[in-house]
């Protein structure tokens, strides 16, 4: 007798467990377009996806106590533990795993939308209902197999209903703007005068209100900047 197909919901469950020790989480599933442009960038057989990052900053001791087994020159050292985990995860469900570092760029943002029914914030960063700016994704599971996911309710998004918007007035050299992001500007002022920013993480990211339960801890803050200073 022929096992039985399985589900979203099966993998999602099978995948949560399995992450559960690094402190990633699953962050929903999406099928894509038959024929579509995405499906053949990533191989014919490609037909679902399984996106992975966090929710908070949960997994950082994991990630800190691992990274303390490292040389300390290790190259981008979240990338890298965070593949570690996909692949090894990946190998136990059979899929194949992709980061968001990889190139040519995978549409992880764009997955992230379908998967969760998220809308950015004026920052750019996707806005949880919960979480707040508070989340990032870590990598994706491909599979060949076109699952079935939970519907995700679509919510009214809180930035519309945000009057103040301290995201965009907190920044010394207004980097945010309802124009885009000043990338060139930031970066010039974090590493610089920007002692503050590289130290307790983004200002315009931590005056948001909303998810500040979720809020990354110093430390990680402080090493996600610095990463960011040092490209």
């Known amino acids: 007798m022929a096992p039985e197909p399985r589900t979203g919901a099966t993998l999602l469950a099978d995948i949560a467990s399995a992450l559960a020790s690094s402190g990633l989480v699953v962050r929903g599933g999406l099928n894509l377009e038959a024929g579509g442009n995405e499906a053949g960038a990533l191989g014919p057989g490609v037909q679902s996806v399984i996106l992975v990052g966090n929710t908070g900053g949960g997994f950082w001791p994991v990630f800190e106590l691992w990274r ?33 570092s990889d190139r040519p760029f995978l549409p992880f943002q764009q997955w992230a939308m379908r998967a969760e029914a998220l809308k950015p914030s004026p920052l750019g960063i996707l806005m949880h209902p919960e979480i707040g700016l508070w989340h990032a994704y870590r990598g994706a599971l491909l599979f060949e197999e076109r699952l079935t996911f939970p519907r995700r309710p679509v919510r009214p998004h809180i930035c519309d209903t945000c009057r103040e918007k301290p995201c965009l007035s907190s920044c010394p050299v207004g980097a945010h703007s309802v124009d885009g992001f000043a990338y ?41 900047m610095r990463s960011f200073a040092d490209r």
């Open 184 to 224: 060139t500007s930031c970066l010039e002022h974090v590493r610089t005068r920007g002692l503050a920013c590289r130290t307790f993480g983004c200002l315009d990211r931590n005056a948001c209100p909303h998810g500040a339960q979720y809020r990354y801890p110093a430390a990680m803050q402080e090493f996600l």
């Open 68 to 100: 303390a087994r490292q040389p300390s020159n290790i190259a981008n050292p979240l990338d890298t533990w965070s593949r570690e985990i996909l692949v090894e995860v990946a190998g136990r469900v059979g899929a194949v795993a992709v980061s968001p």
